[in-house]
């Protein structure tokens, strides 16, 4: 298993501005994720956070409005750049370890932009 | 990534058997079948994974046909603190990646 956490767990931010998400893993990982969960909706995958190399983007996200870091196998961040009020969503990371196909996701931040 | 569907929203009693199925019909050979459960404000959590027949834990059963193009997650005796959505995925061999689905909100009625 895999115990995560990130930061901010909140915060409101005014439109134009970036704001940085964190994730801790207590151990070494191979995939990371990041996912935006809008209010009332299911996940949908950013990108998968690659160590070492640039993000894999999923369609409809870039890396100009989403940047990715992943320095070493137990950190990454996420920025959402240039904040519209549309960005208002729980921004989630999740990791895979071993050989299982189970993923652990960390508790989620929510951003709210103004 | 194989299309997952599955009902939008169940309702139950308290200490009944619910049963969620999720269909997915185009499942590739090495897709495996995968059930979270989130309660609001936090990140999903894994119940279950299976690839064929069937996979017991301690919180659940997964029910996977010969043909693998449908599951039924089980849950036994639900209790009030099962209300959450159900998400079921398919996928992740090669990538690890999942796709999910709009997921089934359960409520477990008193």
């Known amino acids: 298993s895999a115990v995560i956490s990130q930061k901010p767990s909140r915060d409101i931010c005014q439109r134009g501005t970036s704001l940085t998400i964190q994730c801790q893993v207590d151990?070494?990982?191979?995939?990371m994720f990041w996912y935006r969960q809008q209010p009332g909706q299911s996940l949908t995958l950013i990108a998968t956070?690659?160590?070492?190399?640039?993000?894999?983007?999923e369609s409809g996200f870039v890396i100009d409005k989403f940047p990715i870091s992943r320095p070493n196998l137990t950190f990454s961040t996420l920025t959402v750049s240039n904040m519209s009020p549309e960005d208002s969503s729980i921004y989630l990371c999740?990791?895979?370890?071993?050989?299982?196909?189970?993923?652990?996701f960390g508790p989620g931040t929510r951003l709210t932009v103004t | 990534l194989a299309k997952t569907t599955q009902p939008i929203s169940m309702d139950s009693y308290e200490g009944q058997e619910v049963n969620i199925t999720c269909s997915h019909n185009?499942?590739?050979?090495?897709?495996?079948i995968t059930w979270y459960q989130q309660f609001p404000s936090q990140g999903p959590r894994f119940i279950i994974q299976?690839?064929?027949t069937k996979v017991t834990n301690e919180v659940a059963s997964l029910f996977i046909p010969a043909d693998r193009k449908s599951s039924t997650l089980s849950l036994p005796r639900v209790s009030l603190s099962d209300t959450a959505v159900y998400y079921c995925?398919?996928?992740?061999?090669?990538?690890?990646?999942?796709?999910f689905g709009t997921g089934t909100r359960l409520k477990v009625l008193a």
């Open positions: 151990s070494q990982v191979t995939m």
């Open positions: 185009n499942i590739a050979t090495n897709d495996y």
């Open positions: 999740s990791v895979v370890t071993g050989e299982s196909y189970e993923q652990y």
């Open positions: 995925l398919v996928g992740a061999s090669g990538t690890y990646k999942y796709i």
């Open positions: 299976g690839y064929k």
């Open positions: 956070a690659n160590q070492g190399s640039e993000a894999t983007y």
